[in-house]
């Protein structure tokens, strides 16, 4: 599997946009980006994807680099609830594909 | 919203025991996995099962693990002797027949071996 690098942490403030980084100079021209979350005692949660165009739904956006090897997803207004660990992977489209997990980026929200 | 359920919340067995783990997928889902996150680790992919067989299996997934859809609605992961080291969270998830289907993990079983 083509791989992600995310950074291990983040920070923000409540109410203010985050922008959360993903590399991946090693994708393939059939990878999907997904984002996926996990929240504190919970399973992952399936956020956004996109293969190259910009992506906007009910909980964030995700902006893709024109050559495709990074990808920023976008939380446009912090709230607590938000922090959580933020997973960005690369999926090949085809139907029950499973994911593979990396270790994410911690994002903290403070108030 | 429709979501995977999974039971019990928290499962404690002694070493060498078998569990089951049980998960209720979307109903109208046709892939379902099972993943495991130990203790501060990464979530890792442990089987993937359509069609009423295995579809994929990660190193993990030895002949210790087993996985059943025994009636149509419940999809169940049996250790059938536990070790220490088998403590952690299990999660189940499914997703539908269309490509780039998200999946839809349920909150997990808490297994703890003693």
């Known amino acids: 599997d083509a791989k992600t690098t995310q950074p291990n942490s983040m920070e923000s403030n409540e109410e203010e946009p985050v922008h959360l980084p993903c590399n991946h100079s090693t994708i393939s021209g059939t990878d999907y980006i997904h984002w996926y979350r996990q929240l504190p005692s919970q399973g992952p949660e399936y956020v956004i994807h996109?293969?190259?165009s910009n992506v906007n739904n009910r909980m964030a956006s995700l902006a893709i680099a024109e050559d495709r090897k990074s990808s920023t997803l976008i939380l446009h207004r912090a709230t607590l609830r938000d922090a959580a660990v933020y997973y960005c992977i690369l999926r090949d489209g085809n139907a029950g594909n499973m994911l593979t997990f990396g270790g994410g980026t911690r994002l903290m929200v403070k108030p | 919203e429709p979501e995977v359920t999974q039971t019990p919340s928290h499962q404690v067995t002694q070493m060498g025991q078998e569990v089951i783990l049980r998960c209720v997928p979307i109903s109208n889902h046709l892939y379902f996995y099972w993943y495991r996150q130990i203790l501060g680790q990464k979530v890792e992919f442990l089987v993937s099962?359509?069609?009423?067989?295995?579809?994929?299996k990660s190193e993990i997934f030895d002949d210790q693990f087993s996985v059943e859809r025994p009636d149509g609605s419940n999809f169940t992961l049996k250790i059938r002797s536990t070790k220490l080291e088998d403590s952690a969270m299990y999660f189940c998830a499914s997703s539908s027949g269309y490509p780039n289907s998200p999946l839809h993990f349920g909150n997990g079983t808490r297994l703890t071996v003693t």
């Open positions: 099962f359509y069609n009423n067989e295995i579809s994929e």
């Open positions: 996109g293969l190259t």
